[in-house]
């Protein structure tokens, strides 16, 4: 008897004979072992509980990928933050693709460009939803071009919240 091999616990158990009673073929039995290559399916699927922090703390820690928009000396920086600190995508106009365009470096329209650069990796490598920080009313126009770019591309910039286990006493 194998278990599944997740970070979850489960209490579902794959017997042999069950796999056996129901295959047509041999090419119609699964493996008794799963094993989770992506790891941030459980994330994708609702199922990683957040790291939810310190209620008062700022910035705030609830969220799985969160984007940051800087401007680094003469060109802008994007990036996706995973929880653990690790950058999980980045783009900038210090990139040479984008430099070779002859496009502007620094202004909103490079901001909007660069929005329009990590939206489309983000959908490429699966990520839909990014957490942001509070965006108040003293943040640059460049910072409020990039995020409307970011929307308008299919990015929702709230992620859902974690599906919460129902545990055994609350059966």
Not at 132 to 152: C, G
Request: proline share 5%; charged share 35%.
């Amino acid at each position: 008897m194998r278990r599944r091999i997740t970070r979850l616990k489960s209490d579902h158990h794959v017997y042999q004979e069950d796999v056996d009673s129901g295959a047509k073929s041999p090419n119609d039995k699964p493996p008794l072992e799963l094993i989770n290559r992506n790891p941030r399916n459980l994330e994708q699927l609702l199922r990683e509980p957040k790291p939810y922090g310190w209620e008062l703390e700022f910035p705030s820690r609830a969220f799985w990928n969160k984007v940051t928009f800087e401007k680094v000396g003469k060109y802008l920086e994007a990036k996706v933050v995973h929880h653990t600190g690790r950058v999980v995508l980045s783009a900038s106009t210090k990139e040479e693709a984008y430099k070779n365009q002859g496009l502007s470096l620094a202004d909103q329209d490079a901001a909007i460009n660069l929005g329009k650069i990590l939206a489309r990796r983000c959908l490429e490598a699966g990520i839909l939803y990014l957490h942001k920080e509070v965006l108040d009313e003293n943040t640059s126009e460049k910072a409020k071009a990039f995020v409307r770019e970011l929307i308008s591309e299919g990015i929702k910039l709230k992620e859902p919240e974690a599906i919460q286990f129902r545990r055994r006493r609350d059966i």
